[in-house]
């Protein structure tokens, strides 16, 4: 508790100290750093191979990261934690260098719409760097998927698995996490759709680069404005990303969108992990524009719409509560 004046400045310093820690560990990735740390090295070695970073920071980016226990130091040679070594890898790399750099310019844009000086209307952003970023931190999500979900869904492997299969990408953005999808699942076919121009002219970029333009179909629309019908095998919509007022009328749709007995993912935000977790998850949640929905209130929009099957998975407090639901096996809704 912040009993006086200096409580709570030694509080915003530690906080402080906490971004100056999530740039160190960003430092480290985006330079590359991280990747030649999977053996012993010198700061000299280091230093002669990173040409991006002064000797200096790279010192101190080590030290911090070394305090947090993300790296060890034994007779002057560093080395990375084996728990934190699958990050120097892809997709975890990219994931988290896109999550470190999303998170750290989003707070400023936070700060900006309080000052005025920007806008706090959701997700509308066209900042490139930032589209990426937020789009890389999402390609950690479809291996998770693949490997603690799936199972537990029926016959949606065999589904996926099959030719002809269709995925729903809903607020597709600059289509990373699409990409990791057809990676995982060969035969995915995938329809990504999003009301923007700025996140669509990147995502075709990255599908032309990626050889899969002739697996995903993008398409400029608002999810309330979707006409497929019987479909898709799998749907992803994000609740955070959807305006309060056209939610319900955006899950009709993609309900419809559905095949008979076809999933829909459906992630909340803002409880999941412990209060600060939780807290500033949901700060993100409305300052992208959806609402911030409990289990209970989740499950209740689910239900009223005509999903089937709704359930809560457990999961990891670094993901969001993420919800299923089913379309019914029935052709007719």
Known sequence: MIKTPIDMRLFTQDLTASVWTLGAIGALLESGLVVLLHEPRSLEELATRCPTLSKGLIERCLAVAAAAGIVTVNDGRYLIVEGAAPFSQQPFRSALQGDIR?????????????????????????????????GDSSALFPPMFKMNIVPALGNLA???????????????????????????????????????????????????????????????????????????DLAWL????????????????VLISLNPGGWLLFPIGGFVGDDRQRTGFALANEFWGGPVL????????????????????????????????????????
Not at 204 to 232: M, P, S, W
Not at 296 to 313: M, N, Y
């Open 238 to 253: 994000p609740s955070f990303f959807i305006p309060a007022p056209v939610l319900s009328a955006v899950l009709d749709r």
């Open 102 to 134: 999303s998170t750290l310019i989003q707070s400023m844009l936070l700060l900006d719409a309080a000052a005025g000086k920007g806008s706090d209307a959701g997700w509308r952003y066209t900042d490139p760097v930032l589209l990426q970023a937020q």
């Open 294 to 333: 409990y289990i209970s209130e989740a499950e209740a929009l689910l239900k009223q719409v005509g999903f089937k099957a709704i359930r809560a998975l457990p999961g990891p407090p670094v993901w969001p509560q993420l919800l299923v639901a089913q379309r019914g096996t029935s052709p007719a809704i």
């Open 158 to 232: 065999a589904r996926l698995d099959a030719p002809g299969s269709r995925f729903l990408d809903i607020g597709v953005g600059v289509a990373a996490f699409t990409i990791a999808m057809c990676r995982i699942w060969p035969n995915l076919q995938v329809v990504g759709i999003d009301p923007f121009d700025a996140p669509l002219a990147i995502a075709r970029e990255n599908i032309k680069q990626a050889d899969l333009v002739h697996r995903i179909e993008l398409r400029k629309i608002a999810a309330q404005d979707l006409r497929d019908e019987g479909v898709f």
